[in-house]
């Protein structure tokens, strides 16, 4: 098989993967490049959405360690800020584990109070990346379905010019069976890994089948040259859908078992010798009478073909090996019309079809004594020799036409109903198999089309051989120039397993063909389309693996991106949803507030208040996602003048000049944007000479009622506090009361 499925016309778009139910089975075919898209964003959304449920699990934590307005340390408003505005869990371990180790030594348990955060920051993490990795498990793989357009089975009695089936119909049967071959000897030999040589096209790479090689004779015990080296191969049951591709809900599928049981036959007694007016001698085994020849005799072969090969070896004639089969069909008790001989009564048995394989060596040499049962080659027939060379002994074949027999049955189920028939001949399994489904809706017609499609097509292991000859010899891969490498003892029986392959393979491609339509024009003239409802189901429902395609489970994509979407709408309206709760509740929680109000710690907020404090600008929405503040109106900038402590400042310093110059107090001149005094410093008693701190300005007793502000960037001795003490006017007075009242409560926004 080739690894290529350009060839097949792929069904792209929605189907149902019976395997999984009507429900769980939604599938979706895309080619290649578009599924690749589709997982890249199926990763994007869930990168996505673990995002939003780490700020859902934020907001849980933020409540859960949120208390009324008591004082707190820095490290509790640290954390909570950090919950509040970290926005994955990547940036959430940085900077907790930043918070843990700046407050390793001086804070208040801080490794009681952050590390079960960190560990639910990296729990989350982890889990965030296992699910954008396993959301590409969306992608089911690459099981498709054919498109059935062409669709239609292959019946030989559909042209009755046996001419025409020569030229076209055999031909290309036998075409199928060599790569069915081919196939069976890379894909069932076991020695190449899943996937090469073109063994990735087929639903199952290959259909697993039974060997015993230690079974009694299938016959007499004395027609068997062993009685307890034979073999039998048994497929088991062969699923219809989980087998062959053949993709249907339990009630539609079908079961079926092939069981051989082989063994070589003696030739003592069964033969006889005819010499010819040619001057050849011939060997006629008797096991039956063929019923293409005139004489009572089963095959024949040339006695001597060593002789024959030196006779004809200046006509460019190859030493090769040949088969030759012999069967005995039964069907409804008697000989099937398609038998080529009347088996004796040592190789009849009335429950089974019987092969004969006849193997002759037409002068193949070996170069080493064999022993196997079938390729027995324990006669020295002369030397081989080259010019300048030591001469070695070669052997030939004991038998000029080495006898093998298998007898074959088959069984049919209805997995269903658990009804089958028993093991019986192809072509009586085959009818009564018909009255197992007979009773369903449309069964009797998806029997009678699986059979057209698979076995009507496949056959037996004697069609490999009949139609292929030596070429279905794995022996022959040591075979070179008439010299034949050594065997081992059980070849016969590795040739068996091969055959049987080979049907097989031949059984997997036939459905598939059967799905895409010939690729000659001229089998045309073969061809039954489908022409009822179970016939075009089947028709459209043939599954096979193509690399070109990626399958994903609908269902799967439409359950992550609905729970996704729910988890998203969640986190962008948490706010509103907790506050709908609290209203339903009629209860107030400090915890949702200092959450939904943000106006502790939103980074946007924080930066409102940290300007606020300053006394810097007016500002309004101080309970909304975004403050503002009066037109043109211009903030703080940072003082960088300690790098190690960054603070902002309300504007540059003036100079010492431009003060004096402009002849009126600090307070007047810089205006009370450049500080805000808290209110209760204000309060405080008028009496108090205690210095107090503010961390911008140094505060000095201006007059017994009010206090004087002084720069934190005026240096000691330039005299500028002499100057603001020695002008604390009314205007300064004034200037700071007014103050004051500014700072009163503002409006509910704040």
């Known amino acids: ?119 639910i920051t990296v729990a989350l993490a982890a889990g965030f990346a296992l699910a954008s990795g396993y959301s590409a498990k969306v992608a089911l793989g690459n099981e498709v379905l054919l498109n059935g357009k062409n669709c239609g089975v292959q019946l030989q009695d559909l042209v009755s010019n046996t001419t025409m089936n020569q030229l076209y119909l055999v031909p290309a049967w036998a075409r199928e069976l060599r790569i069915a071959s081919n196939y069976a000897q890379q894909c069932y030999s076991g020695s190449t890994s899943t996937g090469a040589l073109g063994c990735d096209t087929f639903v199952r790479e290959q259909i697993p089948f039974s060997v015993q090689t230690n079974a009694s004779c299938p016959f007499t015990a004395d027609i068997c040259r062993s009685n307890d080296s034979n073999i039998i191969l048994d497929t088991g049951f062969i699923d219809s859908h989980r087998d062959l591709g053949v993709n249907a809900p339990p009630s539609q599928r079908f079961h079926f078992r092939r069981r051989y049981h082989c063994a070589p036959l003696v030739t003592q007694g069964r033969t006889t010798f005819i010499n010819t007016s040619d001057a050849r001698n011939y060997t006629r ?68 079809d019987v092969f004969l394989f006849f193997l002759s060596s037409d002068g193949v040499q070996f170069d080493s004594k064999t022993r196997d049962l079938w390729f027995s080659a324990t006669t020295v027939a002369g030397n081989l020799s080259r010019p300048g060379e030591e001469p070695f002994p070669f052997w030939i074949m004991d038998n000029p036409g080495s006898p093998l027999a298998c007898v074959a049955q088959d069984e049919w189920c209805n997995p269903s109903t658990k009804d089958c028939t028993v093991l019986m ?178 980074v946007l907020q924080l930066q409102r208040l940290a300007h606020e404090e300053l006394g810097i600008g007016e500002w309004k929405d101080g309970t909304k996602l975004i403050p503002t503040t009066a037109e043109n109106t211009l903030l703080a900038v940072l003082d960088a003048s300690d790098p190690q402590h960054p603070r902002l400042r309300a504007d540059p310093a003036p100079s010492m000049a431009d003060l004096r110059k402009s002849g009126t107090s600090f307070s007047s001149s810089t205006g009370w944007s450049a500080t805000r005094v808290r209110d209760r410093e204000l309060d405080r008693d008028s009496s108090s000479s205690t210095l107090n701190k503010h961390p911008l300005y140094d505060v000095l007793p201006l007059s017994p009622t009010l206090p004087p502000i002084v720069p934190s960037w005026q240096r000691p001795g330039e005299g500028l506090a002499e100057d603001c003490i020695s002008q604390s006017s009314v205007e300064t007075q004034s200037l700071l009361r007014a103050r004051q009242e500014s700072l009163r409560p503002r409006k509910p926004d704040h």
């Open 425 to 602: 001949p192809y072509r009586d399994a085959v009818t009564e198999a018909a009255g197992l489904f007979a009773g369903q809706n449309g069964g009797a017609d998806r029997h009678q089309w699986f059979f057209y499609s698979t076995l009507n097509v496949a056959f037996q292991a004697s069609t490999a051989i009949n139609y292929l000859g030596a070429l279905s010899l794995t022996a022959r891969f040591s075979l070179v120039g008439g010299i034949q490498g050594s065997l081992p003892d059980n070849q016969w029986q590795l040739e068996v397993r091969f055959w049987f392959a080979t049907m097989l393979a031949n059984l997997q491609k036939a459905v598939v063909n059967t799905a895409t339509g010939p690729t000659d024009p001229h089998l045309n003239a073969w061809q039954l389309a489908p022409s009822k409802n179970p016939e075009y189901d089947m028709c459209n429902n043939q599954k096979i693996k193509s690399g070109d395609h990626m399958t994903f489970s609908l269902f799967g994509i439409v359950t992550l991106f609905v729970l996704g979407a729910v988890i998203i709408v969640v986190s962008l309206n948490i706010e509103s949803l907790a506050r709908f709760v609290q209203n339903r509740c009629k209860t107030t929680s400090y915890s949702l507030l200092e959450w939904v109000f943000r106006s502790v710690n939103d």
């Open 1 to 119: 098989m080739s690894t290529a499925t350009t060839k097949y016309h792929i069904h792209t778009g929605h189907w149902t993967e019976w395997s999984r139910g009507p429900v769980l089975g939604s599938m979706i075919t895309l080619r290649a490049d578009d599924g690749n898209l589709l997982v890249a964003f199926i990763a994007f959304f869930v990168t996505l959405v673990g995002t939003q449920v780490w700020r859902i699990a934020c907001f849980a934590l933020h409540n859960t360690f949120s208390h009324p307005t008591t004082p707190s340390d820095a490290l509790y408003h640290q954390r909570q800020a950090l919950l509040r505005n970290i926005a994955d869990p990547a940036g959430g371990l940085v900077r907790l584990s930043n918070l843990l180790w700046s407050w390793r030594k001086d804070g208040k348990r801080p490794f009681r109070r952050v590390l079960p955060l960190l560990f």
């Open 285 to 352: 085994y008797h096991y039956g009478k063929n019923i293409l020849a005139r004489d009572n005799y089963t095959f024949q072969a040339l006695s001597n073909p060593i002789a024959d090969a030196r006779v004809l070896s200046g006509t460019g004639r190859a030493q090769d090996y040949s088969l030759s089969t012999r069967q005995a069909n039964r069907f409804n008790r008697s000989l099937s019309p398609s038998s080529t001989f009347i088996p004796s009564a040592e190789v009849w048995k009335e429950d089974t």
